[in-house]
């Protein structure tokens, strides 16, 4: 059993209060119900593009679940077989089930049905709804048993939103026409942008310099070579 590693990058755990809703804000409500004492263990299915906040959002569900001292199981990709059940789990989550190869799906597939057996919440993600998964059809058909929820892009003003209050969390200066070179050139969901915005951070740092448009393509062109830039041109 794996427990699941919150802290993400930037050391702040993620939760419910720091997603940005925009268009989500009925799946939002939806995972916040789903952790109070006595709901329902019905299944949980996240799905939309990379970047709209899926993992953020399951990490969520997660950090609460473990702060009411719940015991979490998370698989994803990365994890190696094999995926064994816990009975001591309150919450299973599977994140990015549309690159699970053939043993990982069976091996979903059972931790599945070993969960909703003994009442266990599932929560689960993908890039595509249920139906539309590349994956074997038992464990497809599970994934849409309960709440099947599309999770949608924020909105330039949303992401500029994003931007803006984790650079004041952090002390940082975010000039407009910073936020508007990153907003307009580079990959423009959440995922690569916070990277972004973490490695424009240390390297602003390293070189004691302010966060500027030339400090960022001066980052970009020292990285480029590794294949690390996330330029969209």
Same mark, same amino acid.
Request: charged share 20%; glycine share 10%; proline share 6%.
């Given at each position: 059993?794996?427990?699941?590693?919150?802290?993400?990058?930037?050391?702040?755990?993620?939760?419910?209060?720091?997603?940005?809703?925009?268009?989500?804000?009925?799946?939002?409500?939806?995972?916040?119900?789903?952790? !109070?004492?006595?709901?329902?263990?019905?299944?949980?299915?996240?799905?939309?593009?990379?970047? %709209?906040?899926? %993992?953020? @959002?399951?990490?969520?569900?997660?950090?609460?679940?473990?702060?009411?001292?719940?015991?979490?199981?998370?698989?994803?990709?990365?994890?190696?077989?094999?995926?064994?059940?816990?009975?001591?789990? %309150? /919450?299973?989550?599977?994140?990015?089930?549309?690159?699970?190869?053939?043993?990982?799906?069976?091996?979903?597939?059972?931790?599945?049905? !070993?969960?909703? %057996?003994?009442?266990?919440?599932?929560?689960?993600?993908?890039?595509?709804?249920?139906?539309?998964?590349?994956?074997?059809?038992?464990?497809?058909?599970? @994934?849409?048993?309960?709440?099947?929820?599309?999770?949608?892009? /924020?909105?330039?003003?949303?992401?500029?939103?994003?931007?803006?209050? !984790?650079?004041?969390?952090r002390g940082l200066f975010l000039s407009d026409e910073v936020m508007d070179h990153l907003l307009h050139r580079y990959a423009r969901d959440l995922k690569h942008l916070m990277a972004l915005l973490d490695r424009l951070d240390e390297f602003a740092m390293v070189h004691k310099r302010s966060l500027t448009v030339p400090?960022?393509?001066?980052?970009?062109?020292?990285?480029?070579?590794?294949?690390?830039?996330?330029? @969209?041109?």
């Open positions: 059993m794996k427990q699941i590693p919150l802290p993400i990058a930037s050391g702040v755990p993620p939760s419910f209060d720091s997603f940005v809703a925009g268009g989500n804000a009925m799946a939002l409500a939806q995972l916040r119900a789903a952790c !109070e004492p006595g709901a329902a263990t019905t299944p949980l299915y996240l799905w939309g593009e990379q970047g %709209t906040g899926k %993992t953020h @959002l399951l990490r969520a569900l997660a950090h609460d679940a473990q702060a009411r001292g719940g015991r979490v199981g998370w698989f994803d990709v990365s994890q190696p077989l094999p995926w064994v059940h816990d009975d001591a789990w %309150t /919450l299973l989550v599977l994140d990015g089930c549309e690159g699970y190869d053939a043993p990982r799906q069976h091996a979903a597939f059972t931790l599945f049905v !070993e969960a909703t %057996t003994q009442a266990v919440l599932v929560a689960a993600s993908g890039r595509w709804p249920p139906v539309d998964l590349p994956l074997r059809d038992d464990l497809r058909s599970r @994934l849409g048993w309960g709440h099947v929820m599309a999770v949608q892009a /924020l909105s330039d003003a949303e992401s500029r939103a994003v931007l803006r209050r !984790e650079a004041d969390r400090l960022l393509r001066q980052m970009l062109a020292e990285t480029s070579d590794a294949g690390h830039s996330g330029a @969209l041109f």
